[in-house]
C-alpha cells in the first residue's frame, strides 16, 4: 500500500509529476498493482485528483486505472475573524504628527505602521490561550515577528519555524508547543501541513493567506480533531489586505478551494527520471 497524504499539495506541480512517474516505477518493480490511497481535505475537483493518483496503463492506448472516490462529506467547522488593531487603516504611511516623535526634519519623521498596534494584541492573545500558532506569508516576517513578541514580553514566548531552519530543531519546538513549554510558534507553511497539532486552540493569520486551499490547512491545525471548531483571527495589513480577508474568509466557510489542474508530460521531470 503506497498512501499520498495532503495529496492536493503535490497535483499541479512538477513535484507531483515526479512523484507519479516514481509510482509508476514502483510498481514496476514490485511486479504487482499497488494498493493507493490518496488522503487531503482541500482538493477539488475530486475526479481530477482521482486521475492524478491511479495513473494509468498501457504503451500504445494508455487507459486510467479505476479509483474509487470516498468523499467524506463532512466540512470542517471554522469560527473565522478578521480583525483590525487600529481606528483608521486610511492612515497607514501618512508622517507621525511631530508632537508623537522626537523633533527633527520633516523627512525624517516616522511613518505610521501598523504594527505597534499589531504586537501588544498578538501577545494579549498569546497569553490568553495554551498554546497558539501564528502564520506569516515569509521567513523574514517569522523571525522578526517572533523577536518582537519575546521582547514585548520580555520573555520567550515564541519561536520561528520555517523551512531554513534545520529538521532537528524544527522537531524540538514543534515538542515544545505540544508539550506546554512553549506558548507560541511563528510559522511560514513549514508547519501547514500533515502535523499532529491537537493542542493548538487558536491559529492567527498575519496578512490574506496565499490561497483559500492554504487558509483552511493553516486555521485547520487548530483544534485539530474530528468535528472540533477550529479558531482562527486574520489580521490585514493594509486596505487592501482587508478586502482580500473578507474575501477569503467566505470562500473558507464554504469550503470553496481552488481547482487544481495536473500538469502534462513536463519533459524536465521525464529527463531527470532518465538520468
Request: aromatic content about 2%; hydrophobic content about 40%.
Given at each position: 500500500?503506497?498512501?499520498?497524504?495532503?495529496?492536493?499539495?503535490?497535483?499541479?506541480?512538477?513535484?507531483?509529476?515526479?512523484?507519479?512517474?516514481?509510482?509508476?516505477?514502483?510498481?514496476?518493480?514490485?511486479?504487482?498493482?499497488?494498493?493507493?490511497?490518496?488522503?487531503?481535505?482541500?482538493?477539488?475537483?475530486?475526479?481530477?485528483?482521482?486521475?492524478?493518483?491511479?495513473?494509468?496503463?498501457?504503451?500504445?492506448?494508455?487507459?486510467?486505472?479505476?479509483?474509487?472516490?470516498?468523499?467524506?462529506?463532512?466540512?470542517?467547522?471554522?469560527?473565522?475573524?478578521?480583525?483590525?488593531?487600529?481606528?483608521?487603516?486610511?492612515?497607514?504611511?501618512?508622517?507621525?504628527?511631530?508632537?508623537?516623535?522626537?523633533?527633527?526634519?520633516?523627512?525624517l519623521l516616522p511613518r505610521r505602521s501598523i504594527w505597534p498596534a499589531i504586537?501588544?494584541?498578538?501577545?494579549?492573545?498569546?497569553?490568553?490561550?495554551?498554546?497558539?500558532?501564528?502564520?506569516?506569508?515569509?521567513?523574514?516576517?517569522?523571525?522578526?515577528?517572533?523577536?518582537?513578541?519575546?521582547?514585548?514580553?520580555?520573555?520567550?514566548?515564541?519561536?520561528?519555524?520555517?523551512?531554513?531552519?534545520?529538521?532537528?530543531?524544527?522537531?524540538?519546538?514543534?515538542?515544545?508547543?505540544?508539550?506546554?513549554?512553549?506558548?507560541?510558534?511563528?510559522a511560514t507553511s513549514s508547519l501547514e501541513l500533515g502535523i499532529d497539532m491537537?493542542?493548538?486552540?487558536?491559529?492567527?493569520?498575519?496578512?490574506?493567506?496565499?490561497?483559500?486551499?492554504?487558509?483552511?490547512?493553516?486555521?485547520?491545525?487548530?483544534?485539530?480533531?474530528?468535528?472540533?471548531?477550529?479558531?482562527?483571527?486574520?489580521?490585514?495589513?493594509?486596505?487592501?489586505?482587508?478586502?482580500?480577508?473578507?474575501?477569503?474568509?467566505?470562500?473558507?466557510?464554504?469550503?470553496?478551494?481552488?481547482?487544481?489542474?495536473?500538469?502534462?508530460?513536463?519533459?524536465?521531470?521525464?529527463?531527470?527520471?532518465?538520468?
Open positions: 500500500t503506497v498512501i499520498v497524504d495532503e495529496i492536493h499539495a503535490v497535483v499541479g506541480t512538477k513535484r507531483g509529476a515526479h512523484l507519479a512517474l516514481t509510482l509508476e516505477r514502483l510498481e514496476e518493480r514490485a511486479r504487482r498493482p499497488l494498493q493507493r490511497i490518496g488522503l487531503s481535505a482541500t482538493q477539488r475537483p475530486l475526479e481530477e485528483v482521482a486521475r492524478y493518483l491511479g495513473g494509468g496503463e498501457g504503451l500504445r492506448a494508455w487507459k486510467p486505472r479505476p479509483v474509487t472516490i470516498v468523499d467524506a462529506g463532512a466540512r470542517k467547522v471554522f469560527d473565522l475573524r478578521v480583525e483590525v488593531p487600529v481606528e483608521d487603516m486610511a492612515r497607514l504611511g501618512e508622517a507621525t504628527p511631530p508632537g508623537e516623535t522626537p523633533e527633527g526634519p520633516a523627512r504586537h501588544p494584541r498578538l501577545l494579549e492573545l498569546v497569553r490568553s490561550h495554551r498554546s497558539t500558532i501564528l502564520f506569516v506569508n515569509s521567513r523574514r516576517l517569522a523571525e522578526r515577528l517572533a523577536t518582537a513578541l519575546n521582547a514585548l514580553a520580555g520573555e520567550e514566548i515564541a519561536r520561528a519555524h520555517h523551512g531554513s531552519i534545520a529538521r532537528e530543531q524544527r522537531l524540538e519546538i514543534e515538542d515544545a508547543l505540544k508539550t506546554g513549554r512553549l506558548p507560541a510558534l511563528v491537537g493542542a493548538v486552540d487558536l491559529v492567527v493569520q498575519i496578512e490574506t493567506p496565499t490561497s483559500v486551499a492554504s487558509g483552511m490547512q493553516r486555521i485547520g491545525r487548530a483544534s485539530h480533531q474530528v468535528d472540533a471548531v477550529s479558531r482562527g483571527i486574520i489580521f490585514p495589513k493594509y486596505r487592501g489586505d482587508l478586502l482580500a480577508s473578507a474575501a477569503i474568509t467566505q470562500a473558507m466557510k464554504e469550503g470553496a478551494v481552488e481547482t487544481t489542474r495536473v500538469l502534462h508530460n513536463p519533459l524536465d521531470v521525464l529527463a531527470q527520471q532518465l538520468v
